[in-house]
T-cell receptor
């Protein structure tokens, strides 16, 4: 079965550079979430999109922006990179905000960003 | 302020025995709790969930127990298998469709 695809898997950047991470959700999933996991930390929610509109916002720095495109893939853009941005960035998708029951997210394998 | 806590960073269990992973939370507004398992170089994988209106949910070898008064949940794995060795994250969903994760517990099942 198709999973959530993230690219690139690894990315090395220098301070003050920009980086773009891409996420391709599971087909027919219309909701995308971004999480950041620093070394030894829990995944922190950054931002989510439902039907191409931002649905929720977490601890995302102002230097970061994201969007969801018409094909439901999403991109996380990070500018003026800092050393503290080095982390594993997970994208997850689900089949929408509606419905009862637990909203089970399917996660991608993550993109590891290293800022030197 | 950590709303979801997993106080044991690691746990070692003998194969065939029970593994018990614990999770505490502070926000009584959480509607659902989920457990995710994570292998190295992979994203978290959904394991089992429980609604706040229940106190137990079972799926094969995995059972999650919820004690709302204590704001505590636990994941029981019986019997434990070497393939269960992974990092387990507890997550809470307040109905806003974003999870709050615990810091994870690394389970090692010894053969």
């Amino acid at each position: 079965a198709a999973g959530v695809i993230q690219s690139p898997r690894h990315l090395i950047k220098e301070k003050r550079e920009t980086a773009t991470l891409k996420c391709y959700p599971i087909p027919r999933h219309d909701t995308v979430y971004w999480y950041q996991q620093g070394p030894g930390q829990d995944p922190q929610f950054l931002i989510s999109f439902y039907e191409k509109m931002q649905s929720d916002k977490g601890s995302i720095p102002d230097r970061f922006s994201a969007q969801q495109f018409s094909d439901y893939h999403s991109e996380l853009n990070m500018s003026s990179l800092e050393l503290g941005d080095s982390a594993l960035y997970f994208c997850a998708s689900s089949d929408g905000l509606a419905g009862s029951g637990a909203n089970v997210l399917t996660f991608g394998a993550g993109s590891r960003l290293t800022v030197l | 302020d950590q709303q979801v806590k997993q106080n044991s960073p690691s746990l070692s269990v003998q194969e065939g025995r029970i593994s018990i992973l614990n999770c505490d939370y502070t926000n009584s507004m959480f509607d659902y709790f989920l457990w995710y398992k994570k292998y190295p170089a992979e994203g978290p994988t959904f394991l089992i969930s429980i609604s706040s209106i229940k106190d137990k949910n079972e799926d094969g070898r995995f059972t999650v127990f919820l004690n709302k008064s204590a704001k505590h949940l636990s994941l029981h794995i019986v019997p434990s298998q070497p393939g269960d060795s992974a990092v387990y994250f507890c997550a809470a969903d307040s109905g806003t469709y974003k999870y709050i994760f615990g810091t994870g517990t690394r389970l090692k099942v010894l053969a």
